[in-house]
């Protein structure tokens, strides 16, 4: 477990992050932001929490998929989304760490709030969207939402090939 300190204004404090949320969305710019987080996982020997908010907010196009009930499509999304974080975190292995999985329904920008708060989290990781064009238009930015309301800092990451 490694302690580091920042020298401010108020002079030197401890930072620790014990617990990291990294909401996932299976976009390219949320698997960097989660190579982001593993790696300060390892570094500060932190708990990683993996989330996945499967969105049922109307309009949302795979909610009409029509070969297979409501309930039915969802249940197939969390199995697809848990295997999906099994391959990531598999696909790291640089380090062996705990981290737990969370599958929720609802309005991303919420969950990851409430989970945030609920579960005590230190710090969240997190890509600068997931969403593009009229889905953003009329959803509005995850991300901003939850770095104007998060209950801890929020580190922002772009994707890869935005950076340098």
Do not use: W
Not at 12 to 39: G, N
Not at 94 to 111: M, Q, T
């Amino acid at each position: 477990m490694n302690v580091r300190y920042l020298i401010g204004k108020e002079g030197i404090m401890e930072t620790h992050y014990h617990r990291i949320l990294v909401p996932l969305d299976f976009s390219k710019t949320s698997e960097f932001a989660f190579a982001h987080a593993y790696r300060l996982a390892c570094d500060y020997g932190s708990t990683l929490l993996l989330l996945t908010v499967l969105d049922d907010r109307f309009p949302y196009p795979e909610i009409f998929s029509f070969d297979q009930p409501n309930e039915d499509y969802f249940h197939h999304l969390r199995d697809r989304a848990r295997h999906h974080i099994e391959e990531l975190v598999q696909a790291m292995g640089r380090c062996e760490l705990p981290y737990e999985i969370l599958i929720l329904r609802g309005d991303p920008s919420r969950e990851i709030l409430d989970v945030a708060s609920r579960e005590g989290v230190d710090l969240i990781v997190m890509a600068t969207h997931g969403t593009t064009g009229l889905t953003h238009y009329l959803l509005g930015s995850v991300t901003d939402k939850v770095v104007r309301k998060a209950p801890c800092p929020v580190l922002v990451v772009r994707k890869k090939e935005s950076i340098g």
